[in-house]
């Protein structure tokens, strides 16, 4: 019997992974998740063979809960989940301690396979994403500026770069307009700039939006 936990704060999305685990393990019981909180105490309270985990959840992001769980000693394996593209969050996860890294656009059968081969003790990243690891590898002009950035400044630059408002990324994220704000000093002052329209230059420039 598969123990498996989603994290997840959209149900629409939780139902369709449910449906697709439940297709093809037949002896599988399944948590579900839709805060930061609810994971971690779910993790706690019970015995998970697997955590699928989304990167967006309200305030404390997935990497957020990573990082704690990783701290707190939490051994279980961990997939990623994100709208965003690999490149861009999976390095940082498998950097914290994640099992694997999948966008939530890949086939059913990419995150089966992702999901057994993490069961089975192994680590998962899709084609795709190993070949742009290896490039980076590869690459000798130094890291960018972004890459100092801790977990949520780099979200919150991202989200700058699409255009939100302080006020709105504050919403998104559940978190105080002052702490937004705190986030953007911080990012004016590592990536060295003054201005809104400098760090979306700046995004779009690194393939960052």
């Known amino acids: 019997m598969k123990r498996i936990l989603i994290g997840d704060d959209h149900s629409v999305v939780r139902r369709g992974l ?24 779910k993790v706690r309270a019970d ?13 404390r992001s997935g990497l957020d809960v990573l990082a704690d769980l990783r701290s707190a000693g ?4 961990i997939l990623m989940l994100s709208m965003h593209p690999e490149d861009q969050f999976a390095l940082r996860a498998l950097k914290a301690g ?12 990419e995150l089966l396979k992702a999901v057994k081969k993490i069961l089975e003790g192994g680590k998962y990243v899709s084609p795709a994403l190993a070949e742009k690891l290896a490039m980076n590898l590869a690459d000798n002009s130094g890291n960018a500026l972004h890459e100092s950035l801790s977990d ?3 979200q919150v630059l991202r989200m700058i770069a699409n255009g939100k408002t302080v ?6 994220l559940s978190l105080s307009v002052k702490t937004i704000s705190t986030y953007r000093t911080r990012l004016l002052e590592k ?12 995004g779009i ?5």
């Open 18 to 41: 449910i449906e697709i685990l439940e297709d093809e393990f037949k002896k599988v019981t399944i948590g579900e998740a839709a805060t930061a909180a609810e994971v971690t105490e």
């Open 47 to 59: 015995n998970w063979d697997i955590l699928i985990l989304d990167v967006n959840l309200p305030g």
């Open 74 to 77: 939490a051994q279980l394996p």
């Open 98 to 109: 994640a099992s694997g890294y999948l966008s939530k656009d890949s086939a059913s059968d």
């Open 152 to 154: 949520r400044e780099f």
């Open 167 to 172: 006020g709105e990324i504050a919403e998104t």
């Open 191 to 202: 990536l060295r700039m003054k201005t809104n329209a400098e760090l979306t230059r700046y």
């Open 205 to 209: 420039e690194n393939k960052l939006v």
